[in-house]
T-cell receptor, first 113, second 114 residues
Framework: AQSVTQLDSHVSVSEGTPVLLRCNYSSSYSPSLFWYVQHPNKGLQLLLKYTSAATLVKGINGFEAEFKKSETSFHLTKPSAHMSDAAEYFCVVTKLQTDKLIFGTGTRLQVFP | GAVVSQHPSWVICKSGTSVKIECRSLDFQATTMFWYRQFPKQSLMLMATSNEGSKATYEQGVEKDKFLINHASLTLSTLTVTSAHPEDSSFYIC??????????FGDGTRLSIL
């Protein structure tokens, strides 16, 4: 069965420093992977997606993620955090042969001035 | 701008009443929409898949008679929480599937049952 594990429930960084949000996936096939961001009391916004093309995926707002099959990882990074990046981030995988999404438990990113 | 509109964004009602939440795709037709539930500080859990012109498909453990889903047109799906009770209080989010694109999410509905 497909699943994603977000290794950190909480990440705190200072503004201007790099961001790393970790995600490991489990899948018996080549998965489609996504990162979504959720601001308080809001829906989800797609940051980026991996669909078996380039392993380094660039997204919106300076975020990118690298698909590493050998490590079954899809970590999200950003070189320099901004205060507006503070939100909840979800790593997501599609369920085999469906359009259904399986969500990780989320990582809350705090950015301090 | 937003491509999926969800209404209302916030609703408070008394226990025992029914509440309807609407999910609209604004500039595309969506044969498939999804309804999720999110408890505080938790992840999203898929409740059901809404299919235009046919019955919704519910995930295991979701009461279909409690959470009525209607997808009568290609741009509108509704979720009705029937005879709501305090334990139904939650954040409900819909999404719409656009051809060859990831799911587009609404802004969610905060439901509080007193």
């Amino acid at each position: 069965a497909q699943s994603v594990t977000q290794l950190d429930s909480h990440v705190s960084v200072s503004e201007g420093t790099p961001v790393l949000l970790r995600c490991n996936y489990s899948s018996s096939y080549s998965p489609s992977l996504f990162w979504y961001v959720q601001h308080p009391n809001k829906g989800l916004q797609l940051l980026l997606k991996y669909t078996s093309a380039a392993t380094l995926v660039k997204g919106i707002n300076g975020f990118e993620a690298e698909f590493k099959k050998s490590e079954t990882s899809f970590h999200l990074t950003k070189p320099s955090a901004h205060m507006s990046d503070a939100a909840e981030y979800f790593c997501v995988v599609t369920k085999l042969q469906t359009d259904k999404l399986i969500f990780g438990t989320g990582t809350r990113l705090q950015v301090f001035p | 701008g937003a491509v999926v509109s969800q209404h209302p964004s916030w609703v408070i009602c008394k226990s025992g009443t029914s509440v309807k939440i609407e999910c609209r795709s604004l500039d595309f037709q969506a044969t498939t929409m999804f309804w999720y539930r999110q408890f505080p500080k938790q992840s999203l859990m898929l409740m059901a898949t809404s299919n235009e012109g046919s019955k919704a498909t519910y995930e295991q453990g979701v009461e279909k008679d409690k959470f009525l889903i209607n997808h009568a047109s290609l741009t509108l799906s509704t979720l009705t929480v029937t005879s709501a009770h305090p334990e139904d209080s939650s954040f409900y989010i819909c999404s719409a599937l656009r051809v060859n694109q990831p799911q587009h999410f609404g802004d969610g509905t905060r439901l509080s049952i007193l």
